[in-house]
């Protein structure tokens, strides 16, 4: 078994969303959304990125319901197929202390570069708070991330 992914960054962190919850990938200046786009980067506190900018349009099932939402991820965007025996959970000790509950497991490449995996289930009422359409105290506050030396 296999998981086709859609590979991209944030900041310096590679990332990963599994290609069937995006419809579609935009240049970052195309007049396509109708909202302002949930950045990644910017949602992990991860500081500026001179890397260029895509929109991800994503699909989200909630409340019996398909929506259509976009996610701010920066280049190079590309597909990728993840053998099972590529991914895996995320370790007890991350798991315990891991603060973003989209973060749900990590990820092995061929060339050996560690792929952070992402829901888009769990992003998505982030993206509603942008929108200011969630009620304040329903989602969990993010902490500054700050890497280990």
């Not at 919850?21 to 786009?37: R, S, T």
């Not at 980067?41 to 349009?57: A, D, T, V, Y």
């Not at 792929?115 to 200011?132: A, I, M, N």
């Amino acid at each position: 078994m296999s998981l086709a992914v859609v590979h991209f960054y944030a900041g310096e962190c590679a990332c990963a969303i599994a290609q069937h919850h995006i419809a579609a990938l935009y240049q970052f200046d195309a007049p396509v959304a109708d909202a302002p786009p949930l950045n990644l980067r910017e949602l992990l506190n991860l500081g500026s990125s001179p890397r260029q900018q895509r929109l991800l349009k994503l699909h989200t099932h909630r409340d019996n319901s398909l929506q259509t939402w976009w996610l701010a991820v920066e280049e190079p965007v590309t597909l990728a197929t993840l053998k099972n025996e590529q991914i895996y959970p995320l370790p007890p000790l991350v798991a315990t202390h891991c603060r973003h509950p989209a973060l749900r497991a990590l990820a092995l490449t061929t060339s050996q570069q560690l792929l952070l995996l992402f829901d888009p289930e769990h992003l998505y009422p982030f993206y509603l708070k942008l929108q200011g359409r969630c009620t304040k105290g329903r989602l969990r506050t993010l902490q500054s991330l700050t890497p280990i030396t």
